[in-house]
């Protein structure tokens, strides 16, 4: 797995925060919601594959604050976990199987309190397939399809486009 940040292009899209509920760090966004606001949503782009996050509970209550991971095309929900029953702050690592590349944006539902905080942390991991065998390569180039056409060839199975 290698390292990404979330808040950094390719991977970063756009944070849509109506209520203007976020505070952007170096390290997370913090989402500290009351009742009535609409809860934030960070939108990033995904390989497909495993992928790893972290996310932090502030004063976690019973169970309000969790975190959802939805495909943006369909809405459909891809991973979601709700705090378990803890007070203080609590940091969790979560690993997701991503089905496809694309759109994903991440809900943070905090609690209606101030003092009910989540946080997404930017840095995340990813593992992205491995390269085609040099072999592999080296028939691609020997049956026509060019230098070009083989480096396309593993830029798609690397997901690179």
């Given at each position: 797995?290698?390292?990404?940040?979330?808040d950094?292009p390719?991977?970063?899209?756009?944070?849509?925060?109506?209520?203007?509920?976020?505070t952007?760090?170096?390290?997370?966004w913090l989402?500290?919601?009351?009742?009535?606001?609409?809860?934030?949503?960070?939108?990033?782009?995904?390989?497909?594959?495993?992928?790893?996050?972290?996310?932090?509970v502030?004063?976690?209550?019973?169970?309000?604050?969790?975190?959802?991971?939805r495909?943006?095309?369909?809405?459909?929900?891809?991973w979601?976990?709700?705090?378990?029953?803890?007070?203080?702050?609590?940091?969790?690592?979560?690993?997701?199987?991503?089905?496809?590349?694309?759109?994903?944006?991440?809900?943070?539902?905090?609690?209606?309190?101030?003092?009910?905080?989540?946080?997404?942390?930017?840095?995340?991991?990813?593992?992205?397939?491995?390269?085609?065998?040099?072999?592999?390569?080296?028939?691609?180039?020997?049956?026509?399809?060019?230098?070009?056409?083989?480096?396309?060839?593993?830029?798609?199975?690397?997901?690179?486009?």
């Amino acid at each position: 797995m290698y390292k990404i940040r979330l808040d950094k292009p390719p991977y970063f899209i756009r944070l849509e925060d109506p209520a203007g509920v976020v505070t952007k760090t170096d390290e997370w966004w913090l989402s500290n919601a009351y009742t009535g606001q609409t809860r934030a949503r960070v939108h990033v782009r995904l390989p497909k594959g495993r992928f790893r996050f972290k996310y932090t509970v502030w004063a976690g209550g019973w169970g309000w604050n969790n975190i959802e991971l939805r495909r943006a095309r369909d809405n459909k929900v891809i991973w979601k976990r709700p705090s378990p029953w803890s007070s203080g702050t609590r940091t969790y690592e979560a690993e997701v199987e991503i089905p496809e590349e694309g759109e994903y944006y991440f809900i943070l539902n905090d609690g209606n309190f101030g003092f009910e905080k989540i946080a997404l942390h930017c840095e995340a991991w990813v593992e992205r397939p491995l390269p085609p065998p040099l072999e592999t390569i080296a028939l691609w180039i020997a049956i026509g399809v060019g230098v070009v056409g083989a480096a396309y060839l593993v830029g798609k199975a690397l997901n690179w486009w």
